[in-house]
């Protein structure tokens, strides 16, 4: 822009300095910045000067002209992050200009010091990360350990800065001296820096991608950019990677080795809640951070990993101060490092399969695992028939009491005497001391029936596998199974009691259709509950049993599949067993309506048998009175044909929810509950 006044000539207006927005330019082509150098206008020459002024102009520049070895100084100080005499950074804009006022340039010339100033800023940017993060104490150590890495190519690049710096001053000492071939120039300053100038560059967006970054997350990054197609790249983020990662590969030795956690800054995969109790180290105390874990870890390592260190703390803290760690190896750090995965990985898997080993020994030996299985079966799931019998037979009366009337210690006394009577008495002790009584909560007008329960008490480290919850569900087993049982010892004591009626009673032909009747709906009732037990028994329990036996010896590799075998076997159990599923409330409700019928006849029952007896004795005697027998005796009739009426209703509804299943053995149950069709005829 010109400024120009009447008989005054044209006035230049002076140029703002040249500067080089490296973020924007630094990628362009030689032929894109020499077009833009050739746009811009040198502050000493005007377009509109006469053409013998221009060269006057310059002839001047060039007679002006700094040598080309002192511009060499300025930029082996540039690319040590310190201004020279003619090369400066722009602290505002973060962009290195040329004075070009005490530095005139032919372009050519102006291109290649502006392609050489990349190098000082990309070193800037990188030596600011590395002084900001390498002694702060808030900086993870994967983050130190990268500051470390870069660090050491810095050193490098500093021999390089100190050979050149060297080389320069020798030529301004020998400024008289003719170039040679040794001679640095810009060219040649060019061609050394190249190397130099990637590595900066690599480094310089390595550490924008790492930014706010740490541990395992960090590490997928920078393992991201090993597939560069560079071969270059590729090869120094691996050694980069080599550096960085060590703090990580020390903390999975320490834990697969010792099973401890040294992780300050929360950048293993691996983390650990210090407020749950020990009883619950398996479970809750240990967890995997997905986000801490590196890419290039399968999920299959990564859980081998989490189990290995999990394992140890389990042996040490749960099992009562098993010593548990292994000797390093001396070839640890050859194998725990990055590049080295299919040798850790085999290293792992040994590493696995022998904690796993032992662990489950240690289980199954020392603490009887099995055992305890065992006797949840014969105690909670009334496998042990002549001891539930005892059981029944020493606590019937008690139970038909209020809830409210019932004395623990009475009933643990009767508990005892069922062991000592039975083949109970046979077992473990360590086994019999576990098995006690326990009254639930008591609900208005509750009987004995409702509240009992035994009881099984679990300690570590066998409460892994047995926990509360699976507790939980084997008391609810047992609250099912235990009035089954209640309905088929009733039941038996009918058909006893009914067995010898018909010659009891054979004086009483008006009853003879009654009682005959009383037999025949005993007798349907018996079927249906020992139909129902066979399957619960053999087809549900034994089954399930026997599934799990198999899984845990034969199967099962570590802790984690033997609480996942036990899970499954009471899953199973509760689902066949009509205590849990889609249809689990339908279902129970259907048998809860069944049981309470089938009590509610033998109430029937008792008073049929008690007007027989009455009628038996006013035969046989001559001062018999008469009353209202008559309508006692339809009373009686009415609630026997009600109650057999609700009987065979609920069983057709029972039988529909069976049928609606596409479970073989729930079908075949109601194949053999209505085997002649019986029920079905008569809808």
């Given at each position: 822009m010109s400024v120009s006044s009447p008989g005054l000539p044209n006035i230049v207006e002076p140029v703002a300095r040249t500067s080089r927005p490296h973020e924007v330019h630094v990628n362009d082509s030689p032929r894109n910045i020499r077009r833009r150098l050739t746009r811009e206008p040198s502050p000493q020459l005007s377009r509109r000067d006469p053409p013998a002024v221009q060269l006057n102009k310059v002839r001047e520049m060039h007679g002006r002209e700094v040598s080309e070895s002192e511009i060499l100084r300025d930029l082996v100080f540039v690319f040590q992050g310190i201004d020279g005499q003619y090369i400066k950074l722009d602290t505002a804009t973060n962009e290195y200009y040329i004075n070009k006022q005490t530095l005139p340039l032919s372009p050519p010339k102006e291109e290649l010091?502006?392609?050489?100033?990349?190098?000082?800023?990309?070193?800037?940017?990188?030596?600011?990360?590395?002084?900001?993060?390498?002694?702060?104490?808030?900086?993870?150590?994967?983050?130190?350990?990268?500051?470390?890495?870069?660090?050491?190519?810095?050193?490098?690049?500093?021999?390089?800065?100190?050979?050149?710096?060297?080389?320069?001053?020798?030529?301004?000492?020998?400024?008289?001296?003719?170039?040679?071939?040794?001679?640095?120039?810009?060219?040649?300053?060019?061609?050394?820096?190249?190397?130099?100038?990637?590595?900066?560059?690599?480094?310089?967006?390595?550490?924008?991608?790492?930014?706010?970054?740490?541990?395992?997350?960090?590490?997928?990054?920078?393992?991201?950019?090993?597939?560069?197609?560079?071969?270059?790249?590729?090869?120094?983020?691996?050694?980069?990677?080599?550096?960085?990662?060590?703090?990580?590969?020390?903390?999975?030795?320490?834990?697969?080795?010792?099973?401890?956690?040294?992780?300050?800054?929360?950048?293993?995969?691996?983390?650990?809640?210090?407020?749950?109790?020990?009883?619950?180290?398996?479970?809750?105390?240990?967890?995997?951070?997905?986000?801490?874990?590196?890419?290039?870890?399968?999920?299959?390592?990564?859980?081998?990993?989490?189990?290995?260190?999990?394992?140890?703390?389990?042996?040490?803290?749960?099992?009562?101060?098993?010593?548990?760690?292994?000797?390093?190896?001396?070839?640890?750090?050859?194998?725990?490092?990055?590049?080295?995965?299919?040798?850790?990985?085999?290293?792992?898997?040994?590493?696995?399969?022998?904690?796993?080993?032992?662990?489950?020994?240690?289980?199954?030996?020392?603490?009887?695992?099995?055992?305890?299985?065992?006797?949840?079966?014969?105690?909670?799931?009334?496998?042990?028939?002549?001891?539930?019998?005892?059981?029944?037979?020493?606590?019937?009366?008690?139970?038909?009491?209020?809830?409210?009337?019932?004395?623990?210690?009475?009933?643990?006394?009767?508990?005892?005497?069922?062991?000592?009577?039975?083949?109970?008495?046979?077992?473990?002790?360590?086994?019999?001391?576990?098995?006690?009584?326990?009254?639930?909560?008591?609900?208005?007008?509750?009987?004995?029936?409702?509240?009992?329960?035994?009881?099984?008490?679990?300690?570590?480290?066998?409460?892994?596998?047995?926990?509360?919850?699976?507790?939980?569900?084997?008391?609810?087993?047992?609250?099912?199974?235990?009035?089954?049982?209640?309905?088929?010892?009733?039941?038996?004591?009918?058909?006893?009691?009914?067995?010898?009626?018909?010659?009891?009673?054979?004086?009483?032909?008006?009853?003879?259709?009654?009682?005959?009747?009383?037999?025949m709906t005993i007798q349907r009732m018996i079927h249906f509950i020992y139909q129902l037990q066979h399957y619960v028994i053999f087809e549900v329990l034994e089954c399930s049993w026997k599934k799990l036996e198999d899984n845990i010896q034969n199967h099962s590799i570590d802790l984690d599949s033997i609480i996942e075998s036990h899970a499954s076997y009471l899953s199973e159990i509760t689902q066949k067993g009509f205590l849990s599923g889609p249809k689990k409330k339908e279902l129970a409700d259907r048998l809860n309506d069944l049981f309470d019928c089938i009590l509610r006849y033998k109430v029937v029952l008792d008073h049929l048998h008690g007007y027989a007896s009455n009628e038996a004795v006013k035969r046989h005697s001559k001062y018999a009175l008469e009353g209202d027998s008559d309508k006692r005796l339809n009373r009686i009739r009415r609630n026997h044909q009600d109650v057999e009426n609700a009987f065979t209703a609920q069983v057709l509804q029972f039988l529909d929810i069976l049928k609606s299943y596409h479970d073989e053995d729930l079908r075949s149950l109601s194949t053999r509950l209505d085997y002649n069709d019986f029920y079905s005829s008569n809808q």
């Open positions: 010091i502006y392609r050489l100033t990349v190098t000082g800023w990309l070193f800037i940017h990188v030596k600011t990360f590395v002084d900001t993060h390498m002694h702060n104490n808030t900086t993870s150590l994967v983050v130190q350990s990268l500051c470390a890495a870069i660090q050491s190519q810095l050193t490098d690049y500093y021999r390089l800065i100190a050979i050149l710096e060297a080389q320069v001053e020798k030529q301004l000492l020998d400024k008289h001296t003719n170039l040679t071939e040794q001679s640095l120039t810009l060219k040649r300053l060019l061609v050394w820096m190249e190397e130099s100038n990637n590595k900066l560059r690599l480094m310089s967006t390595l550490l924008d991608a790492c930014e706010g970054q740490k541990g395992g997350a960090m590490l997928t990054i920078l393992h991201n950019y090993t597939k560069h197609g560079d071969p270059f790249a590729r090869t120094f983020v691996m050694q980069i990677l080599q550096s960085v990662s060590k703090p990580f590969y020390d903390m999975l030795q320490r834990w697969v080795f010792e099973g401890e956690l040294n992780d300050p800054y929360e950048e293993f995969f691996v983390a650990c809640d210090m407020n749950v109790p020990e009883e619950d180290l398996w479970q809750r105390k240990y967890s995997i951070r997905e986000p801490m874990l590196p890419s290039f870890f399968s999920k299959d390592l990564a859980q081998k990993i989490f189990a290995i260190g999990k394992s140890l703390n389990f042996m040490r803290c749960s099992c009562h101060g098993i010593d548990a760690q292994y000797d390093v190896p001396a070839n640890a750090a050859d194998v725990f490092k990055y590049g080295e995965m299919q040798t850790m990985e085999r290293t792992i898997d040994a590493i696995y399969m022998d904690t796993s080993k032992t662990l489950l020994n240690l289980l199954k030996t020392k603490y009887k695992l099995m055992d305890h299985l065992r006797a949840l079966k014969r105690y909670m799931l009334l496998g042990q028939g002549d001891f539930i019998q005892y059981l029944m037979d020493g606590l019937g009366a008690t139970l038909n009491k209020p809830a409210t009337t019932l004395l623990r210690h009475n009933l643990t006394s009767v508990l005892e005497t069922a062991i000592r009577s039975s083949n109970a008495q046979y077992d473990d002790p360590a086994i019999l001391n576990r098995l006690d009584v326990r009254l639930l909560k008591i609900q208005n007008d509750d009987i004995g029936w409702d509240v009992f329960t035994l009881d099984y008490r679990m300690e570590t480290p066998i409460n892994t596998v047995i926990n509360a919850n699976s507790m939980l569900q084997y008391l609810q087993v047992f609250n099912f199974l235990w009035r089954l049982k209640r309905v088929e010892y009733t039941l038996s004591a009918s058909w006893r009691q009914w067995g010898k009626v018909s010659r009891e009673f054979s004086e009483l032909p008006d009853l003879s259709q009654d009682l005959h009747q009383a037999q």
